[in-house]
């Protein structure tokens, strides 16, 4: 049986904004908590106090996604990152996939959607660099559970 692969569009979309909103809400709430008052009446974090926001952003994205093969909206919506062979991602192929998002997210996705819906494996300039794509994992067209046999 030869798989398919499908655009998935409405559910990546979708588990993007999840993902993002799972991310950004403890990153606001940890900017209002630590961050000093600045001189356009918001709060900013400075020096050391950074960190943590892009040591969040590599754990959930980027770590969570090679361990698990999606982060948690994603695996809500029954997605997965595979590479295009159909085999599970390593933490390299999820960084690289991970650090084209500002340039896919920019302009409200634009980019992104359009390299998914013009490209023959439906991916995103960085499931092109890192050689992945995104299946849903409830549909045998696009995916079929490895089994492992017991002997």
């Known amino acids: 049986m030869t798989l398919k ?5 409405k559910k990546r979309i979708f588990a ?3 993902d993002y909103a799972i991310y950004l809400i403890p990153v606001y709430a940890y900017i209002m908590f630590f961050g000093q008052d600045n001189s ?3 709060k900013t974090v400075s020096g050391l106090m950074v960190l ?3 040591l969040t952003w590599f754990l959930y994205f980027v ?3 090679s361990w698990f093969g999606a982060t948690l909206a994603h695996q809500g919506l029954f997605l997965k990152v595979m590479t295009v062979d159909r085999r599970d991602i390593e933490l390299v192929q999820a960084l690289k996939r991970r650090l084209l998002d500002p ?3 920019l302009f409200y996705g634009i980019p992104a959607i ?3 819906k013009n490209s023959d494996k439906h991916q995103r300039i960085g499931d092109m660099w890192a050689k992945t794509i995104v299946v849903d994992t409830k549909d045998p067209e696009q995916y079929v559970e490895k089994h492992t ?3």
């Not at 692969?5 to 569009?9: G, M």
């Open 149 to 151: 046999s017991s002997s």
């Open 40 to 42: 356009e009446g918001g």
């Open 63 to 65: 770590v969570v996604e």
């Open 114 to 116: 359009i390299a998914i």
């Open 52 to 54: 943590p926001i892009p």
């Open 103 to 105: 340039i896919e997210i």
């Open 16 to 18: 993007t904004l999840v």
């Open 5 to 9: 692969y499908k655009t998935n569009l």
